[in-house]
């Protein structure tokens, strides 16, 4: 399953959704242009590398920001974008551009952050937009939690596509990290956001963080 589009129609043209999808084509070009030890360089540079976060915090606080830019393959950058792209501009229309911009930022330094305390000392570079994009999923179960989402579906060799409820989808997302979540403890040293393991505890601490989060940002949103 593979979401398309949604339902709702927004009355802004969500500028802050298309520019950090921008960004994090342009980044991840960049990445593929770096032979393995200059990209190896630019993670250590500018991904989370838990260890050094815990060991240098005024040095390396700013990781939380720059790694929600960085991804480690082609799949994972477009999955995200697709997830940004269909569930970011709604989120968007109700917050605001500058509002929301706060939010996304706020929801992917608070996921790296449930991400690091699972694995303080880990020497392995966490990245990836993932938790910030699960913030996004998780306002938009507060605020659209009946609508629809045109979903790719594959049967085989069939492509279709069929209309799913939001709930149902970012249901399937939150159960099957929270499974995988729990059953990764065991092995948290050797858990990214993107590279080798997944950080499932970066997924679910965005998500409930977006929950969280997104009832009070709103209270400081202009009505339009």
């Known amino acids: ?31 593929i242009s770096l032979s393995n030890l ?46 940004l792209w269909v569930f970011g501009n709604n989120i968007e229309d109700r917050l605001g551009h500058f509002k929301y911009l706060l939010f996304y930022l706020l929801c992917g330094v608070l996921a790296a952050l449930c991400q690091w305390s699972i694995a303080i000392n880990s020497v ?28 790719l579906i594959f049967l085989g060799f069939f492509i279709t596509t069929i209309n799913v409820p939001a709930m149902v989808m970012i249901g399937i997302f939150v159960i099957q990290n929270l499974i995988a979540g729990f059953a990764s403890l065991q092995t948290a040293a050797n858990m990214t956001v993107e590279t080798g393991g997944v950080a499932y505890w970066a997924h679910l601490g965005g998500f409930i963080f977006g929950i969280i ?12």
């Open 1 to 31: 399953m593979f979401p398309l589009y949604d339902e709702n129609p927004t009355r802004i043209t969500p500028y802050i959704t298309y520019g950090l999808i921008g960004i994090n084509i342009v980044v991840f070009v960049h990445e």
């Open 213 to 224: 989060l997104a009832p009070i940002f709103r209270l400081f949103a202009d009505d339009r």
């Open 38 to 83: 200059q990209l190896e360089q630019f993670f250590q540079l500018y991904a989370v590398v838990p260890q050094q976060l815990t060991t240098n915090l005024p040095r390396e606080w700013t990781t939380l920001f720059t790694s929600q830019f960085l991804h480690g393959g082609w799949w994972h950058l477009i999955s995200n974008m697709v997830y």
């Open 124 to 151: 392995i570079p966490s990245l990836g937009a993932s938790g910030a994009i699960s913030g996004v999923l998780g306002a938009y179960l507060i605020w659209f939690p009946r609508a629809k989402i045109t979903t």
